[in-house]
Nanobody
Framework: QVQLVESGGGLVQGGGSLRLSCAAS????????MAWYRQAPGKQRELVAA???????NYVDYVKGRFTISRDNAKNTVYLQMNSLKPEDTAVYYC????????????WGQGTQVTVSS
């Protein structure tokens, strides 16, 4: 059906930058809202950023001004540019696709680990 594959995670020092990528299979990417979530150990899954099919973006307050979500429909790929990283950003980051056509269809990637050292 739909497969989402994240990449770009790793270890980075505080204040550094990292760019996550999520490549999607299938034909519904351009019609879908794409989002990045993260989950740290012992914490709830948290929406980080989202971009609609029309290009509207939303961010959780904590990452505003530091993270940027973008999409390239020609490549079926969504990105999360993360700057000024903090140790509190350490988490597994998950790519999410939401396709709405009368009802919602949700797909998740496998996750990529982001670790920010102090």
């Amino acid at each position: 059906q739909v497969q989402l594959v994240e990449s770009g995670g790793g270890l980075v020092q505080g204040g550094g930058s990292l760019r996550l990528s999520c490549a999607a299979s299938g034909s519904i990417f351009s019609s879908s809202t794409m989002a990045w979530y993260r989950q740290a150990p012992g914490k709830q899954r948290e929406l980080v950023a989202a971009v609609t099919s029309g290009g509207r973006t939303n961010y959780v307050d904590y990452v505003k001004g530091r993270f940027t979500i973008s999409r390239d429909n020609a490549k079926n790929t969504v990105y999360l540019q993360m700057n000024s990283l903090k140790p509190e950003d350490t988490a597994v980051y998950y790519c999410n696709l939401n396709y709405y056509s009368g009802s919602s269809y949700v797909y998740w990637g496998q996750g990529t680990q982001v670790t920010v050292s102090s």
